[in-house]
């Protein structure tokens, strides 16, 4: 074991000490593959505290991911977990939980894999509202394959495939998600890893189609490409530019070359789910045949059936 | 939780005494300098020391003014680093 | 193997097209999940899925694209469900990605693909059987897969009640190769009573989590499977792994792996197999067939012995894996090897493959959009004899 320990007396053993994250890890694979100052495991850490908090029954938690550096999380996480392909992790996620409706399952993707051969996903998952929380590290770039442009990647950037700088139009996650129909819509940076957690928690327990933008370095290629120094440098800038306007309109959100980040949360609201949707309709036309499809225990315990009347404007 | 360490006088005596440790898995830093960082109390400094993998892990200079928060803990994107309170004696 | 769920078995004597027998199969099996996409000439089955499902307690979903339906069928699988997909050639193109994934992550799964002209767009109304090759290499990499090619309405109850039942067993994707002409055929089909059809239960595993290897091949190559939320931890990856399903990025895993995969349905070939022989014994010409164009044979076939000619069939109901050694067994038995198919040459070169030079192997080709003529697989058959 490498484990020292500061300030630690003589009275303790360190073979037993675990860092209390660890039970929700595989530890035993790590090191990790990120590399030094990458945010995802920052998030990773956030996303355990949140499940900590949610007092969720964690075998009933599943994680599915796509492909990327953001993607390695589902092989690094002690949850039933499931690294699909690249874009894919949406609609293998909707199979998911409507197979057995009473999973919590949250998708970990990368602003490529969601956003670029995802996007389709992404909007019919929104759209439909299925309940399940999708968390997007956004390093605007596309980390694994060597730091190509990719749907987030501000202009003017130096990428891979942008040797003299992005000059597309980079998608504002935020407002594609409220646009799409997601129900609870939030940003944050790597830096914010209390608000982070908080996000993750109030998205895991909200019902419908979650979204969580984490906004986080990517040390080793768009950083070091763009002269922006490492991991710790990012998060500075993230400390120092990033404004907290919780309720922003999300089209305000937009986030060009070193600018301003606007972070907060900005979308809460109620829709029906698609099985609230689904067994509605299926009741009302087929009466006294219709078998209705299981919801899980928490959607007919704890939580009024949402009416499509009662859902507001949205 | 408790936020007296006994090592400061606030006028309340507590009957328990609390120390603050910072734990490092050694291998598993990758030097990236969040947990130094982000300590609200500047305990850690990264050391001149370094693992296996050439890394420089940090080392607490200011243990007595860790407050056991584990933001440290929180920010690591590796794992490696924690804090918390033990009990003194 | 246990007895079939009665709420989704529709007994009785029914006048069904193939799609529509196709989707009461799937039901009997206990199929509760099924996602797909419209495309002709497919459709129907999903349409009456869609009116059917809810009445068992399953789920249909349409899904956005023919990408997504493939891979909501591999999550609804490791949530327990039986699934399922259906498509034609173009959709069966965009789900190739993931009928790797499901090869390599083991998902039981059934891809029903009802064929039509192609390539590409080609004829959506009219019947191909020129898919046959893609669905054993369609997806990148090594594997192994299952593939059935019913000739009747009938049969697309009975084979997609099978095609369950082997993906089960074997833990592999299994393809139902209809095509447009038994889809849209609409004939007699008769549903036995639910204790008379037999489902493979999904091979769920009895031992405790930390006991249990995800990706560990009991005797016959498969490993005892579970889903989601019974407390197991598993991860499920589409990167080469270990028993542990964890990644493991290396030639020796790789050996490991993929030995096993493909092994899973090789060694296991016989007992996979599925043919139906006739007059095959003494036969100076063997037919090789299989789907639509087995019925269009037996009139050329009939001719052929009106004519005195000793003319046998062998038909496939499993396409793959391919019976390789039973057509290495009739090679040096036959004059030739007489294969019409609705394509410009596919299982052919499995039975030429597999005749090694010891007899002839003749292709019937057709391109699609009607079946053969009949006259011309007569023709083929007497160019052969003399």
Same mark, same amino acid.
């Given at each position: 074991m490498s484990t020292i320990a500061f300030g630690s007396g003589p009275e303790e053993s360190l073979e037993e000490v675990e860092n209390p994250v660890n039970k929700l890890l595989r530890k035993e694979r790590m090191p990790s593959i990120w590399c030094p100052g990458c945010g995802v495991g920052t998030t990773v850490n956030c996303f355990v505290r949140a499940l900590e908090e949610s007092h969720l029954d964690l075998d009933n938690v599943a994680v599915v991911s796509g492909i990327g550096c953001t993607g390695r999380v589902a092989g690094y996480i002690r949850l039933d977990s499931f690294h699909t392909t690249h874009g894919r992790p949406i609609p293998f996620a909707t199979g998911l939980k409507l197979g057995n409706p009473d999973l919590k399952v949250v998708v970990y993707t990368g602003d490529g894999d969601l956003m670029a051969i995802g996007g389709n996903h992404f909007i019919h998952a929104a759209r439909r509202n299925i309940d399940i929380t999708v968390i997007c590290v956004n390093n605007l770039t596309y980390g694994m394959t060597g730091g190509q442009v990719g749907p987030t990647t501000p202009r003017s950037a130096i990428a891979a495939t942008a040797p003299y700088g992005a000059y597309e139009e980079p998608f504002n996650l935020p407002a594609v998600a409220e646009s799409a129909g997601a129900v609870y819509v939030a940003r944050w940076t790597v830096y914010h890893v209390r608000q982070l957690a908080t996000a993750f928690k109030e998205a895991l327990a909200k019902r419908g189609f979650s979204f969580v933008e984490v906004i986080a370095p990517c040390p080793t290629l768009y950083q070091r490409r763009n002269r922006l120094g490492d991991g710790l440098d990012a998060l500075k800038y993230y400390k120092a530019k990033s404004i907290v306007k919780n309720g922003a309109d999300t089209r305000t959100a937009e986030i060009s070359f070193q600018s301003d980040i606007v972070v907060g949360k900005f979308v809460d609201r109620e829709r029906p789910t698609v099985l609230d949707s689904m067994n509605k309709r299926l009741a009302e036309s087929i009466g006294a045949g219709y078998v209705p499809y299981p919801l899980s225990e928490d959607d007919t315990m704890e939580r009024p059936r949402m009416e499509e009347e009662d859902c507001g404007d949205h | 939780m408790q936020k007296d360490n006994g090592a400061e006088g606030t006028g309340v005596k507590s009957k328990v005494k609390f120390k603050s440790v910072v734990y490092l898995e050694t291998d598993l830093c990758k030097g990236c300098g969040f947990c130094v960082e982000f300590c609200p109390t500047h305990v850690l400094e990264l050391g001149k020391e370094f693992n296996a993998k050439g890394y420089h892990t940090p080392r607490a200079v200011a243990i007595e003014k860790c407050s056991g928060c584990n933001l440290c803990g929180l920010y690591c994107p590796d794992f490696a680093i924690f804090c918390r309170k033990v009990k003194v004696g | 193997m246990e007895q079939a769920d009665p709420k989704g078995v529709l007994t009785g004597v029914h006048f069904l097209d193939g799609d529509h027998a196709c989707c009461e199969g799937a039901l009997a099996a206990g199929c509760r999940f099924v996602a797909g996409y419209p495309i002709t000439p497919s459709t129907e089955v999903v349409e009456r899925i869609a009116a059917r499902i809810p009445q068992v307690g399953g789920i249909f979903i349409q899904m956005e694209d023919e990408i997504a339906s493939s891979i909501a069928i591999l999550g609804a699988a490791w949530a327990g469900k039986k699934s399922m997909t259906v498509t034609s050639g173009p959709g069966f193109s965009l789900m190739m990605e993931h009928v790797g994934l499901a090869v390599m992550t083991e998902t039981p799964c059934v891809f029903i693909n009802v064929q039509r002209g192609g390539p590409s767009t080609g004829l959506p109304t009219l019947p191909g059987q020129a898919d046959m090759m893609q669905a054993r290499w369609g997806s990148h990499g090594d594997y192994e897969i299952i593939a059935l090619a019913p000739n009747s309405p009938q049969e697309c109850f009975d084979l997609t009640v099978k095609a369950f039942n082997l993906s089960e067993q074997w833990r592999v994707p299994v393809f139902v190769m209809m095509d447009e002409c038994v889809g849209h055929m609409t004939e007699r089909v008769m549903i036995p009573s639910a204790e008379e059809i037999s489902v493979y239960p999904r091979r769920f595993t009895t031992k405790k989590p930390g006991e249990y290897l995800p990706y560990a091949g009991g005797e016959d190559g498969v490993p005892e499977m579970v889903r989601a +939320?019974? +407390?197991?931890r598993i991860h499920v990856t589409g990167l080469t792994h270990d028993e542990r399903g964890y990644p493991a990025m290396n030639a020796k895993a790789q050996e490991k792996l993929i030995s096993r995969l493909v092994g899973k349905i090789r060694k296991n070939e016989s007992s996979i197999r599925c043919i139906e022989e006739d007059q095959i014994d003494g036969a100076d010409i063997a037919i090789i067939s299989y789907g639509i164009t087995s019925r269009v044979a037996l009139h050329a076939v009939e001719m052929a012995r009106d004519r005195g000619i000793k003319v046998g069939t062998l038909r496939l109901l499993v396409c793959w894996p391919f019976p390789e050694s039973r057509i290495r067994e009739l090679a040096p038995r036959v004059k030739a090897f007489v294969v019409p198919e609705m394509n410009y040459g596919q299982m052919v070169r499995e039975v030429e493959r597999n005749a090694a030079g010891r007899t002839k192997t003749i292709l019937v080709p057709h391109a699609g959009g009607t079946v053969h003529d009949p006259k011309v697989i007569l023709d083929a058959i007497m160019e052969a004899v003399r």
């Open positions: - | - | +939320g019974d +407390g197991y």
